[in-house]
């Protein structure tokens, strides 16, 4: 019997301010979000300024098997939020895929607060409902 995946909604929060200018993934690092299971697409990260912020990068990182990987650096602007100037915001578009208890974490260069927002999606597979179009028959 033929099996089909179902994805699940799973958001990944946190909030991190402690600088760490490391590339190799050691010092502070946030916890964004967990692979689950059967694995998780991460779709977009989103990086939300809490503040005043000045000239550096938040960098993302996967770990797992032992290892952290250094996966993207955002550079981040000085921005100063006011009235008429929001704070820093960017969103990546990124579908990275995290392998069952692999983790993605991050870390801003300079010791300012950022919310990071990861959206992504929880893989299953079950065979309970299948679609006919998708069972093959010999």
Do not use: H
Request: aromatic share 8%; glycine share 10%.
């Amino acid at each position: 019997m033929a099996a089909e995946t179902q994805y699940t909604a799973n958001t990944g929060i946190v909030i991190i301010s402690s600088a760490n200018s490391n590339l190799d993934g050691t010092g502070t690092l946030g916890t964004v979000l967990t692979g689950a299971s059967n694995g998780t697409l991460v779709k977009t990260v989103t990086i939300k300024a809490a503040g005043t912020v000045t000239q550096g990068v938040v960098r993302l990182f996967i770990t797992g098997g032992g290892v952290t990987r250094l996966i993207e650096e955002i550079e981040i602007p000085n921005r100063t939020p006011s009235a008429d100037e929001p704070a820093f915001e960017y969103t990546l578009n990124c579908d990275y895929k995290l392998q069952s208890g692999y983790v993605l974490k991050a870390a801003p260069q300079n010791a300012e607060t950022f919310n990071i927002i990861a959206q992504g999606l929880d893989w299953a597979y079950y065979a309970t409902s299948v679609r006919p179009e998708s069972t093959n028959y010999t």
